[in-house]
Each structure stands twice: as structure tokens, then as C-alpha cells.
């Protein structure tokens, strides 16, 4: 199974802030997802990052705010902009299962945001 | 849009007794289904995962069944222990771009 390794894992940040978080995997995958868990709640799919082309957002989530970069296979920085109080969570990264629907989708330890 | 739905929001066992986590799901168009672990402040464990195409998968003391054509998944824990106390997530992936829809999650807590 992958190994994801995310920085930071965690931080403290000053409102109106960015802070970029990086995630590195130890294979080559088509699919990384970017997630975000709000204090209390469950993970909501933030964004899917493609090799190549644009980042695909959910509804309710921006490129303005949260850019993300996925220069080749194995690496992908998601970028928290004009950080305010409600953006602090945990930021989680996850690769795809690239060989069919018997694989199961791996996730980074989260990083561990708060704003002041 | 696939809405997951995870029954009790939490429960509390003495230990040494099975149990189970419900998961429904609205659209039963799925890649596949997974149930995660997550422990305070850490990420998430995989702990089964069934393709569309099964009923069930069975690890250790945990298995998991999948009716995908009422939308229903459940997690069985056989002769739990304290050390299982976690929040459990449902998680379903979807036929397209495969990225996972969750549930609120179970938190249990298994007391000694």
C-alpha cells in the first residue's frame, strides 16, 4: 500500500495568513484527493488534484482559496489563502486506488491547522 | 449528490460484546465501499473495504456487509475490546473519479 507523508503536521497561524501544505507519496498515482475535517465533523472532499491539468473543486471550495498543485506522480501542496478562524481543521490527503476497486484508498496523518 | 448516513452517532459497550455500526447511502451507484478507523487527532486506518460486486469482507474480528441495492452497509465487531474504542467512518467511492463520500461516523468507546 502507498505511503503519504504530509507537512506540516501540524501549525498555528495568524489570520489573514497561507499556509501551504505538502503532500508526498512513495509511488507513482494517477488520483490524489484533498480533504477537510472540520472540528467535530467527518472529512468533505475538497478538491481532486490532476498530474497535469487543472484541480477539479467541489462545490463549495475555490481555487482562489484553496489552490492546489500537483506538479508529477507522486507530489501534490494544497494551499490554505486568507486564513481565518473557520479555516481551522485537519487537512488530509489521500491517493486513488490506481488498480481497480479492490484497492482501498490511503490517507496522509492530516495536517492540524488552528488560526488565531 | 450521495448523501452517507451512519447509525448510532455513538455508542458505549462493556467489553467483550459484538456490535454493530450501520451505514447507509442514498445513491447505489458505488465504486466500492470502505470503512476507516480514526483514533483522536490521528489520520485514518483502512480497515475492510468491498467492492460493488460483493457481499461482504471479513478481517479478524471485524466483518462488513454490503447490500448495494438498499443502500446499506454494516460493520460487525465480534468480541470487542477497550482497545477498539475509536471513531469508525463509512466511506463510499463513487464510479467516476473515485473519491470517497463519508459518513458522520460511529464513536465508540468499549469500556474495560
Known amino acids: 500500500s502507498a505511503v503519504i507523508s504530509q507537512k506540516p503536521s501540524r501549525d498555528i497561524c495568524q489570520r489573514g495568513t497561507s499556509l501551504t501544505i505538502q503532500c508526498q507519496v512513495d509511488s507513482q498515482v494517477t488520483m490524489m484527493f484533498w480533504y477537510r475535517q472540520q472540528p467535530g465533523q467527518s472529512l468533505t472532499l475538497i478538491a481532486t488534484?490532476?498530474?497535469?491539468?487543472?484541480?477539479?473543486?467541489e462545490s463549495g471550495f475555490v481555487i482562489d482559496k484553496f489552490p492546489i498543485s500537483r506538479p508529477n506522480l507522486t507530489f501534490s501542496t494544497l494551499t490554505v489563502s486568507n486564513m481565518s478562524p473557520e479555516d481551522s481543521s485537519i487537512y488530509l490527503c489521500?491517493?486513488?486506488?490506481?488498480?481497480?476497486?479492490?484497492?482501498?484508498?490511503?490517507f496522509g496523518d492530516g495536517t492540524r491547522l488552528s488560526i488565531l | 449528490k450521495q448523501e452517507v448516513t451512519q447509525i448510532p452517532a455513538a455508542l458505549s459497550v462493556p467489553e467483550g460484546e459484538n456490535l454493530v455500526l450501520n451505514c447507509s447511502f442514498t445513491d447505489s451507484a458505488i465504486y466500492n465501499l470502505q470503512w476507516f478507523r480514526q483514533d483522536p487527532g490521528k489520520g485514518l486506518t483502512s480497515l475492510l473495504l468491498i467492492q460493488s460486486s460483493q457481499r461482504e469482507q471479513t478481517s479478524g474480528r471485524l466483518n462488513a456487509s454490503l447490500d448495494k441495492s438498499s443502500g446499506r452497509s454494516t460493520l460487525y465487531i465480534a468480541a470487542s475490546q477497550p482497545g477498539d474504542s475509536a471513531t469508525y467512518l463509512c466511506a463510499v467511492s463513487d464510479t467516476g473519479r473515485r473519491a470517497l463520500t463519508f459518513g458522520s461516523g460511529t464513536r465508540l468507546q468499549v469500556q474495560p
Open positions: 488534484a490532476n498530474q497535469g491539468s487543472e484541480a477539479t473543486y
Open positions: 489521500s491517493v486513488g486506488a490506481s488498480a481497480g476497486a479492490s484497492q482501498p484508498q490511503h
